[in-house]
Structure formats: C-alpha cells, structure tokens
C-alpha cells in the first residue's frame, strides 16, 4: 500500500513504523514526535509559531527533548543523560542549528500538506481520546485546508475491527490493539484495512 497521502501527527511514532513497514521513509513534521491532543491543538490554533526556540527545549530522554512552547517531544542529536546535557551550550547551539532549520523546513511542508483535499492526518493514542477532544482536533486542522484527520481507537467488537466510519467531522478507525509505548513497532495488522477504507471514505459536507 502507498501511504505517501497519510501524515503521522501523533501521539508517538506507530504509525512512521506502518509507514516505514509499507516503504515510506518522508519526512514529516511530527513522524517521530512524542505529542498530546492538547498539544497539538494549541500548535496548529498558533501555526506553530515559536517552535523548537532553543531556550524552549530542556533533557527529555537521552536522545530527545521537550519544547515547553507546546509540549512537544522530539528526537535530537543534543545527547543527555540522566536528564542533563552532555556536550556544552557552545556545541549544543552548533547542533541546534541545523535541526532548527529542519523544523522550519518540515514546518512549511506539514501546512503544505493541509492544503491538499487528498491528504489523511492520522492520530493515534492508546488512552482513547474522547470526542469532544478530537473534533477540537479536527476544527483545529479544518483551520488551514481541506485535509482530512483519521483519529484511530482500539476496540474488542469485531464488526468494528479495521473498519472506518465517519465520527463527527473526522473518520474514526478501529484497531484490535494500539501498539505499546515501549514497542511502538508492535502495530496491528489491521492497520492495513483501515488505510485502505480511510482512502475511499467519502468526505462529508458540514
């Protein structure tokens, strides 16, 4: 399956693993961000001005980092440990540099993309995100295009599993399973399934 006109928005990286799985190795703003609803509304209600400042970004994992400006977590290359920096500021600003003006880059593609009626913006939490929430997600993309929001749930009935309906302003798809935070890798087969019928849903007029 091609899923070159899905957009991973979050909350983890499960489904950049689904892309990867299917050949898909493009870059995309939150691919591999660690996100919050919440958060995420915020950004896009604010077109992530102020992103990624490097006075914003403090030790998160050893190999990512937290922008307080959203809540945001992304993988970097400025290393910690035990929750404090390892090079000094002086290396850490040369380091910051260079993924500052890959953000910006991703920034203008991931609005690009919103842009574009053919486009799914898939997000994905393991505690279900309630409904309100997500059509507060949904209105907060519809704020710059027509691409559409698949919000993905896990379900125990079978005449749900892999299937898509439409929820509110944004699709609703049903996995046996979410994949554990540890083993973001470990993703549902069903994924697959709910793709394909994300990609021939129809869209509906508000």
């Not at 922008?67 to 929750?83: C, P, Q």
């Not at 910006?104 to 309630?130: C, G, H, T």
Request: proline share 4%; aromatic share 12%.
């Amino acid at each position: 399956m091609n899923t070159e006109q899905f957009e991973n928005i979050g909350d983890n990286c499960e489904f950049g693993f689904v892309q990867r799985a299917h050949g898909n190795e493009s870059g995309g703003l939150l691919r591999w961000v660690r996100s919050s609803p919440d958060a995420l509304i915020q950004a896009l209600r604010n077109r992530f001005e102020g992103l990624y400042a490097f006075e914003n970004l403090s030790p998160s994992w050893d190999n990512m980092v937290s922008d307080s400006r959203y809540g945001l977590f992304f993988h970097t290359e400025m290393f910690s440990k035990d929750l404090k920096w390892v090079e000094s500021e002086e290396k850490r600003r040369e380091i910051y540099k260079s993924e500052k003006e890959k953000i910006d880059y991703l920034v203008e593609k991931f609005f690009r993309r919103l842009a574009d009626p053919s486009v799914i913006l898939v997000f994905k939490q393991n505690e279900a995100i309630a409904l309100e929430q997500a059509e507060d997600l949904a209105q907060a993309v519809a704020l710059y295009g027509p691409a559409r929001l698949l919000i993905m749930r896990e379900t125990q009935d079978k005449t749900l599993m892999g299937h898509v309906r439409q929820e509110g302003s944004y699709l609703a798809g049903y996995l046996d399973y979410l994949a554990p935070y540890s083993q973001s890798d470990q993703f549902s087969p069903l994924w697959e399934s709910v793709l394909g019928e994300a990609l021939v849903a129809p869209r509906v007029t508000p």
